[in-house]
């Protein structure tokens, strides 16, 4: 690369009748890269622009007060991408050294390309049947007047028009790529996406999406290594960081780290998956704050590959029911590993570890294996968790969501705990906290619930059941072996502190305040060897 790098302004190759400067950005970054590379520089000012393709060694600047607006016209874009024949806006395949930076604004046009008067009418790729649910049909507690339109859709997403740009930023088999301090704002698809790329640094990003636009992703990380993610607020309609791996990527998705972040999501705003079809490991997600989203920290397994040695800590988070047809229902953690068809050779879910979350959520937090999953060595640690009622409870709450799933129904009836483990391997909830809102739906019930558990630790859990006066335990325990509760305490309007069924191994029950609940144990075969417990006070 040349030592003196050239710096281009897309001034020098406007042209005063043309209705697009995308000739004018492409030939300055054309030129700056014949010459070695260098900077282009956007000044201030409105411009509008179809599809552009980075060069190596190019920084593009955009300066305060530049505006870069995408165009209107199909035909301003070039190749196809998205599921419905969306066309990429900012390019850069098989690219090295590239930077987007300054403190200018890219506006997608989001609203323009989206029949913002009409709710979505289907997800993509969904048959007439079931054209809202992702994989198959419902068996929601509400039956047929879930997602009933009647009821409004004034929440719901908005539907897609024949065309939108998308990604507007997309990155493939790229190395060295840093996105930097602009303001990235109402994309229509897909801010950014990374696939197959090495080493990027994304720092100091505003992105603002509309909240009701479907697939406007903040930041899609696919198949790459080396991403790190810092300093950025992002709002978005879909997932504002999802970490995942295509069928055809070339993996692994690995070294994946974000920090001090604050994200808003209509879907959720840290996810893994849906696809997850190649391996993904060591990523840390740590410092962030979570506001007005639907789902929180996120894991949707639902392919062969692995996934692995994720840590998610010092994060406060905010979740709410959304009517509507979303993916989620305000789980604040959300792991669940469920194969996506009856051919899906599922992968592994290991090392998962969730430690000083702060929670205020309109839904308890679930970790569900499928019975042909292998999910295992998961931590729940120092998490408060404080649940309140929803004013869309009637319509979207009280079921499970484990979108999107062709095996079982993908959205059913069940009633909802504090948090919900089923089908795990070496499961430990340590320093849980958990508090209930007044006058809830009767579906809400156990504070602790784990089903067909093996190698259960519950140490320090302060908490009851959601209803006092009910014979609901605090700590429901079914198919569960080899499990230790210790150090914990049942909190005022504890009936039954832990029930059993077709439990085998029970361990250590010591050092538990059982003062005021009721009953410490309704089934008093139990085997577990106490020690140390304060007993209710007869």
Known sequence: MNNRRARVSIDDYLESDAELATDAVQTAIDTCADAGGGTVVVPSGEYEIGTIDLRSDITLSLEPGATVYAARDRDAYAGEYGPDGERPFIRGDGVENVTITGRGTVDGRGTWFHEMDEPLRGHSGESDGHPLISNAPHEARQGEDYLDPERGTDEWPRAKSDFRPGPMFFFEDATNVRLETVSLRDMPGWTISLHDCKEADIHGLDIDNHMQIPNCDGISIMDSRNVHVSDCSIRSCDDSITIGSRPDGEGPTAGITVMNCTLSSAACAIKFGSETHGPIRDCLFENCVIRASNRGLGIQHRDSGDLENVLFSNIVLETGLLPGPWWGKAEPIYVTSVPRDEETDLGRVRNIRFSNIVARSENGALVYAHDEADVANVTLENVRLEISDSPHADRVGGNIDLQPTAVQAPIAERDIAGIDCGGVAELTLREI??????????????????????????????????????????????????????????????????????????????????????????????????????????
């Open 433 to 538: 906290d958990l508090e209930w809102g007044a006058e809830l739906p009767d579906y809400y019930a156990n504070g602790l619930r784990c089903t067909d558990v093996s190698g259960l630790e519950i140490d320090g859990f302060a908490g009851r059941q959601a209803h006092i006066e009910t014979d609901t335990a605090a700590i429901a325990l079914e198919g569960v072996q080899q499990v230790s509760i210790r150090n914990s305490r049942a909190t005022a309007g504890t009936e039954t502190f832990c029930s059993l069924v077709e439990t085998a191994d029970e361990r250590l029950f010591a050092g538990n305040d059982l003062a005021v609940a009721e009953t410490v144990i309704d089934d008093e075969a139990h085997d577990f060897t106490e020690h140390g417990n304060v007993r209710p006070v007869s």
